[in-house]
């Protein structure tokens, strides 16, 4: 920097994944940090939504401002602005109207893909001269602008990324440049550019070392070192929450090598925009979870981690200044602050849209043939001389509701799923037949409705051609007259956008008919960020006074979607739910926080049980707490009948604690017996005083995690009452883990 060594200390943010008043915030929290720089990704599809509809300037998309807003702060910038990011954004940034194109091939050069270059040289000619005056050389923050994105990962195509590169010039930006590739990568399919720099992915010390060797004139950084790690649906539980890297930044620091964190904050993928993994030929398809938290130093929400303060320690002690002082956190409305059940507003069947012309409904087609980005598509049909028979679709992407004659008649997913949702809900999983039901119900004419979720889309790998809907065909196996491949289709576009939300008429005509809006009144005093709670729904969406919160899924390890204060108001809120499976409405409760910390069991004490198995097998009451989901508590079964219920638990948690939650997992050897079916929850000071229950209701019959949300509950001690079993297999109770989540109360 002006002919002295300088070293790039960059944290990674993305201005689409943040509320825009909460972009300084941000970007001073990575300052106080102790970092001089913000990397950010430029998403292309939300830039230009529609081909050739550019939009630069509303909400997160105001790429300048934000910019700005680092120079403002005193900090540079490094700008990935594509064509393709990856980032767990869907289509890894590339606009899905390019997948219209029945042979469109993406992140290749124009004599292979003229369709594909053609949109990115428009792209970038949209984007050069917002970028050009916020270049350094023009006494703007931009040190850097990032020719594509880990191409190495994909191709070795170097006529590609100087197409690029050239785009970049013919608009007025001659750099600097750079790639982002793992170093093994880089090395053998040399995927850095003429002038550029190399960014590597998971890069440290030893890796910058390697990188200099095998470029001696390039320079090189740490581009992506990970703090965390990204999160599907279906994990087990967050991911990246143990990554530890002060070993790789007291390197990094020590040697004066630069470096960007990836993520410093995740922040959120708002609406549609979350993305997906999947193989090479779009097997094991992965859809991401709507947060983007990845266990970044700083939350979703902007709170400093632990580990937030342990390498800001790390860096301030290499810098000649200290870091400016860390940001008051924002406002946060406090855990169970109210609650709120909605009521059935309207039905998707009562807002159908007119069908697409009949010509281009004959087979089915995918939504982007449609010109539609995201959402839902529905194909309809009536099935005449119906005697049943399983219904197998090439394909779906990526989850599908099936109606005959408006009963629910199970669903179809992309991907496996536990047995316990699949059994619960009848899906057929990973492209296996539907096995579809008869009866008077039902008749021989009925109509059938394929209603179609396109998830994230993949944003990694060569299967990113991911188009959503169905792909090519639907037939019926073993159903008479009827088996073969059905044509002659209604399809029913529903991007679930701002005019269809806004439009909705107030109209349930069947209200057992899955596929429901359910509305809510949030009254508040005054607004601040909070966190929905949707642990109690099944799957769908949540719009809050018109914004799209994102996707839920009872497969969690999400249950709690991210609302800024800013899209509060003091008074009344309207919270709008849609979910595919709920017909009856669930509570909903406002949290602080993405997840609760958990009351460690190491301090908790067995207070009572009445009843255990410790002869036929080692059911003690103790295992329901002991860290180990392959114990359990069971109540006694030998001899037969056992002991009736009900039956219940009582435990010392240590200290005095204000709860706002307790879980519950089943045991999970594939036995169902013994899970608790109507239950009460206690929370007391006294073992012989419990008072009232705090919370009442019954647990479906599966073998997946459950959680009670209590609002708020303080005392020492925990009671929880098991009244029936879930399935009537006997008079049996049995648990592989009791938890609580909740903070230390006074005494």
Same mark, same amino acid.
């Given at each position: 920097?002006?002919?002295?060594?300088?070293?790039?200390?960059?944290?990674?943010?993305?201005?689409?994944?943040?509320?825009?008043?909460?972009?300084?915030?941000?970007?001073?929290?990575?300052?106080?940090?102790?970092?001089?720089?913000?990397?950010?990704?430029?998403?292309?599809?939300?830039?230009?939504?529609?081909? !050739?509809?550019?939009?630069?300037?509303?909400?997160?998309?105001?790429?300048?401002?934000?910019?700005?807003?680092? /120079?403002?702060?005193?900090?540079?910038?490094?700008?990935?602005?594509?064509?393709?990011?990856?980032?767990?954004?869907?289509?890894?940034? &590339?606009?899905?109207?390019l997948l219209a194109y029945p042979d469109v091939q993406l992140r290749v050069n124009s004599a292979t893909d003229p369709h594909y270059m053609a949109a990115v040289n428009r792209y970038i000619a949209h984007l050069a001269p917002i970028v050009k005056p916020l270049m350094t050389a023009a006494g703007g923050p931009i040190l850097m602008v990032q020719i594509e994105n880990e191409y190495g990962s994909f191709g070795s195509d170097a006529a590609y990324l100087e197409e690029i590169r050239?785009?970049?010039?013919?608009n007025g930006i001659t750099g600097p440049f750079y790639t982002e590739d793992g170093l093994s990568q880089v090395e053998g399919n040399k995927t850095n550019v003429t002038g550029g720099a190399i960014a590597l992915s998971g890069g440290d010390a030893a890796q910058i070392a390697s990188a200099r060797q095998a470029f001696p004139a390039v320079p090189a950084m740490a581009g992506e070192v990970y703090p965390g790690w990204l999160t599907h649906w279906g994990d087990s539980t967050f /991911?990246?929450?143990?990554?530890?890297?002060?070993?790789? &930044?007291?390197?990094?620091?020590? +040697?004066?090598?630069?470096?960007?964190?990836?993520?410093?904050?995740?922040?959120?993928?708002?609406?549609?925009?979350?993305? +997906?993994?999947?193989?090479?030929?779009?097997? $094991?398809?992965?859809?991401?979870?709507?947060?983007?938290?990845? +266990?970044?130093?700083?939350?979703?929400?902007?709170?400093?981690?632990?580990?937030?303060?342990?390498?800001?320690?790390?860096?301030?002690?290499?810098?000649?200044?200290?870091?400016?002082?860390?940001?008051?956190?924002?406002?946060?409305?406090?855990?169970?602050?109210?609650?709120?059940?909605?009521?059935?507003?309207?039905?998707?069947? %009562?807002?159908?849209?007119?069908?697409?012309?009949?010509?281009?409904?004959?087979?089915?087609?995918?939504?982007?043939?449609?010109?539609?980005?995201?959402?839902?598509?529905?194909?309809?049909?009536?099935?005449?001389?119906?005697?049943?028979?399983?219904?197998?679709i090439q394909w779906v992407h990526d989850y599908a509701t099936v109606c005959l004659n408006g009963a629910y008649a199970g669903g179809l997913y992309r991907q496996t799923l536990p047995a316990a949702v699949t059994s619960a809900l009848n899906i057929a999983t990973a492209n296996a037949p539907l096995t579809l039901p008869t009866g008077t119900a039902i008749g021989g004419s009925p109509r059938m409705d394929i209603l179609v979720e396109g998830l994230g889309r993949t944003n990694y790998?060569?299967?990113?051609?991911?188009?959503?809907?169905?792909?090519?065909?639907?037939?019926?196996?073993?159903?008479?007259?009827?088996?073969?491949?059905?044509?002659?289709?209604?399809?029913?576009?529903?991007?679930? $956008?701002?005019?269809?939300?806004?439009? &909705?008429?107030?109209?349930?005509?069947?209200?057992?008919?899955?596929?429901?809006?359910?509305?809510?009144?949030?009254?508040?005093?005054?607004?601040?960020?909070?966190?929905?709670?949707?642990?109690?729904?099944?799957?769908?969406?949540?719009?809050?006074?018109?914004?799209?919160?994102?996707?839920?899924?009872?497969?969690?390890?999400?249950?709690?979607?991210?609302?800024?204060?800013?899209?509060?108001?003091?008074?009344?809120?309207?919270?709008?739910?849609?979910?595919?499976?709920?017909?009856?409405?669930?509570?909903?409760?406002?949290?602080?926080?993405?997840?609760?910390?958990?009351?460690?069991?190491?301090?908790?004490?067995?207070?009572?049980? $009445?009843? /255990?198995?410790?002869?036929?097998?080692?059911?003690?009451?103790?295992?329901?707490? %002991?860290?180990?989901?392959?114990?359990?508590?069971?109540?006694?079964?030998?001899?037969?009948?056992?002991?009736?219920?009900?039956?219940?638990?009582?435990?010392?948690?240590? +200290?005095?604690?204000?709860?706002?939650?307790?879980?519950?997992?089943?045991?999970?050897?594939?036995?169902?017996?013994?899970?608790?079916?109507?239950?009460?929850?206690?929370?007391?000071?006294?073992?012989?005083?419990?008072?009232?229950?705090?919370?009442?209701?019954?647990?479906?019959?599966?073998?997946?995690?459950?959680?009670?949300?209590? !609002?708020?509950?303080?005392?020492?001690?925990?009671?929880?009452?098991?009244?029936?079993?879930?399935?009537?297999?006997?008079?049996?109770?049995?648990?592989?883990?009791?938890?609580?989540?909740?903070?230390?109360?006074?005494?």
């Amino acid at each position: 920097m002006n002919g002295k060594p300088f070293q790039i200390r960059s944290g990674e943010m993305h201005p689409a994944r943040i509320p825009v008043q909460h972009w300084r915030h941000r970007i001073q929290m990575a300052k106080a940090m102790g970092l001089n720089a913000v990397s950010i990704y430029v998403m292309w599809n939300y830039i230009e939504e529609s081909p !050739g509809v550019f939009d630069f300037t509303t909400d997160r998309r105001d790429i300048a401002a934000f910019v700005q807003l680092c /120079q403002q702060e005193g900090m540079w910038v490094l700008l990935r602005g594509g064509p393709y990011v990856c980032g767990e954004w869907d289509l890894g940034g &590339l606009p899905p109207y390019l997948l219209a194109y029945p042979d469109v091939q993406l992140r290749v050069n124009s004599a292979t893909d003229p369709h594909y270059m053609a949109a990115v040289n428009r792209y970038i000619a949209h984007l050069a001269p917002i970028v050009k005056p916020l270049m350094t050389a023009a006494g703007g923050p931009i040190l850097m602008v990032q020719i594509e994105n880990e191409y190495g990962s994909f191709g070795s195509d170097a006529a590609y990324l100087e197409e690029i590169r050239q785009a970049w010039i013919a608009n007025g930006i001659t750099g600097p440049f750079y790639t982002e590739d793992g170093l093994s990568q880089v090395e053998g399919n040399k995927t850095n550019v003429t002038g550029g720099a190399i960014a590597l992915s998971g890069g440290d010390a030893a890796q910058i070392a390697s990188a200099r060797q095998a470029f001696p004139a390039v320079p090189a950084m740490a581009g992506e070192v990970y703090p965390g790690w990204l999160t599907h649906w279906g994990d087990s539980t967050f /991911q990246g929450t143990g990554n530890d890297i002060s070993g790789t &930044l007291k390197a990094l620091m020590a +040697a004066g090598l630069s470096f960007n964190l990836y993520m410093v904050h995740g922040g959120t993928s708002f609406g549609f925009f979350a993305g +997906a993994n999947a193989d090479d030929q779009s097997g $094991d398809y992965q859809p991401d979870i709507t947060s983007y938290d990845y +266990a970044a130093p700083i939350t979703e929400q902007g709170a400093a981690t632990p580990r937030y303060s342990e390498y800001r320690t790390l860096i301030s002690g290499y810098l000649s200044s200290p870091p400016p002082a860390v940001p008051a956190p924002v406002p946060t409305i406090a855990s169970g602050t109210g609650q709120i059940t909605p009521v059935a507003y309207a039905s998707i069947w %009562d807002n159908l849209p007119a069908p697409l012309p009949a010509a281009q409904t004959v087979n089915p087609q995918p939504m982007e043939t449609y010109g539609q980005n995201s959402g839902f598509i529905l194909y309809s049909k009536q099935l005449s001389g119906y005697s049943g028979g399983q219904l197998a679709i090439q394909w779906v992407h990526d989850y599908a509701t099936v109606c005959l004659n408006g009963a629910y008649a199970g669903g179809l997913y992309r991907q496996t799923l536990p047995a316990a949702v699949t059994s619960a809900l009848n899906i057929a999983t990973a492209n296996a037949p539907l096995t579809l039901p008869t009866g008077t119900a039902i008749g021989g004419s009925p109509r059938m409705d394929i209603l179609v979720e396109g998830l994230g889309r993949t944003n990694y790998g060569h299967a990113i051609v991911d188009r959503k809907g169905i792909l090519q065909t639907v037939a019926l196996q073993n159903a008479g007259s009827l088996t073969g491949t059905l044509t002659g289709w209604q399809v029913y576009s529903l991007p679930m $956008d701002d005019t269809f939300i806004s439009t &909705l008429k107030n109209t349930v005509t069947d209200a057992h008919r899955p596929g429901i809006f359910f509305k809510a009144a949030l009254t508040l005093t005054a607004p601040g960020d909070t966190y929905l709670d949707l642990s109690a729904w099944t799957k769908g969406v949540v719009w809050v006074n018109g914004h799209n919160l994102g996707r839920y899924w009872e497969i969690g390890p999400q249950q709690r979607l991210y609302c800024p204060a800013e899209w509060l108001t003091a008074g009344t809120n309207e919270i709008l739910v849609f979910d595919l499976h709920q017909t009856t409405p669930a509570p909903i409760t406002l949290h602080a926080m993405l997840t609760s910390a958990a009351i460690p069991v190491s301090g908790w004490k067995l207070v009572h049980v $009445d009843s /255990q198995e410790l002869v036929a097998e080692n059911g003690a009451a103790t295992n329901a707490f %002991d860290g180990n989901a392959a114990t359990i508590w069971h109540s006694r079964w030998s001899p037969a009948p056992g002991d009736p219920l009900p039956h219940e638990i009582q435990i010392d948690l240590g +200290a005095r604690h204000q709860l706002d939650g307790v879980g519950y997992l089943p045991r999970q050897d594939g036995n169902a017996d013994g899970r608790i079916g109507a239950y009460e929850i206690y929370v007391s000071d006294s073992p012989t005083a419990w008072g009232s229950a705090v919370a009442t209701g019954t647990f479906p019959d599966t073998a997946a995690p459950k959680t009670v949300f209590l !609002g708020s509950a303080t005392g020492r001690y925990l009671r929880l009452r098991a009244l029936t079993e879930a399935g009537s297999r006997g008079p049996w109770t049995s648990a592989a883990e009791i938890s609580a989540t909740g903070v230390l109360a006074g005494s």
